[in-house]
């Protein structure tokens, strides 16, 4: 069986995040380190229990962070991941190889889009409070914003356009993130899943991690996330879009209840 996983703040926390919410880090481990510093933890049990987990399943990670980003993390840059897909599934490496299939798929279905990137992007870059365009992968931009300065009427009305064009247009926190509607998370997995004949059990904590989720036969998310906020007005769902179902949450947030998720999933993964 498959295990798909996001990496931020559903397996790993940025200590910037911990800080911010006051979280302790009594008992946690560095698992990323950046020049030298350590800036992102996990508990030790929840560390051993992904070590287990990814020795008895397929262990799929899934993350909108670009390849040279996600291979700072220990447990991905010592091989221990069959499949690492990067840039919300906009890339699969597998057994640290490129996926040409994939590749070829997804750059026919951007090609056919409407809309060029580029001209997304310029579109995005007139919405009052981007501040600038952060990264640009091949087919993926992503802009720091604001938010004290960022219009919802605004911002929500250009993402229905651009959602017209083949473009999703969605803000997470102090980023806003742009990238081809057609290509996600759960697109990634299903090919995954069509390559290995199995079925699949995933873990993620925001908007980002739903079509992952809704590829699998059973839903985990930490309490206290995105996702386990999706019914709230203030939630990072837009209106009229469809909300997760299904999940199984922690009781306990952050680096916790990733433990307490994982040491679940290893209690009751099938031999």
């Known amino acids: 069986m498959i295990l798909a996983a996001d990496l931020d703040d559903t397996l790993i926390f940025s200590a910037r995040r911990l800080a911010a919410a006051a979280a302790p880090l009594g008992g946690a481990v560095a698992v990323e380190y ?27 990670l899934s993350t909108l962070r670009g390849e040279d980003q996600a291979r700072r993390v220990s447990f991905i840059r010592d091989g221990s991941c069959p499949y690492l897909c990067c840039q919300n599934g906009l890339a699969i490496y597998r057994r640290g190889a490129p996926d040409a299939v994939w590749a070829r798929r997804v750059a026919r279905t951007v090609a ?10 310029s579109a995005a870059l007139t919405l009052p409070g981007v501040l600038s365009l952060s990264r640009r992968y091949e087919y993926l931009a992503v802009f720091f ?3 004290a300065e960022f219009p ?13 064009q083949g473009w999703r247009l969605h803000r997470q926190k102090r980023k806003l993130y742009l990238l081809p509607l057609p290509i996600d998370k759960g697109q990634a997995l299903l090919h995954i899943r069509a390559l290995e004949g199995m079925e ?25 996330s995105s996702l386990a906020a999706a019914e709230a007005e203030t939630g990072e769902f837009p209106p009229g879009e469809e909300k997760p179902t299904g999940i199984e949450f922690s009781q306990r947030p952050f680096m916790a209840g990733t433990e307490e998720i994982l040491g679940r999933l290893c209690a009751t993964w099938p031999d």
Do not use: H, K, N
């Open 112 to 121: 056919a889009l409407p809309l060029r990137l580029e001209e997304a992007v």
């Open 145 to 147: 914003i604001e938010p």
């Open 152 to 164: 919802a009427e605004q911002y929500l009305s250009l993402r229905r356009r651009l959602a017209r």
């Open 200 to 224: 699949a059990a995933g873990f993620g904590d925001s908007y980002f991690d739903w079509p992952l989720l809704a590829a699998c036969r059973r839903r985990f998310a930490p309490a206290g």
């Open 34 to 60: 950046r020049e030298g510093v350590p800036v992102a933890y996990m508990t030790e049990p929840a560390l051993a229990s992904l070590r287990e987990l990814q020795g008895r399943a397929v262990f799929v």
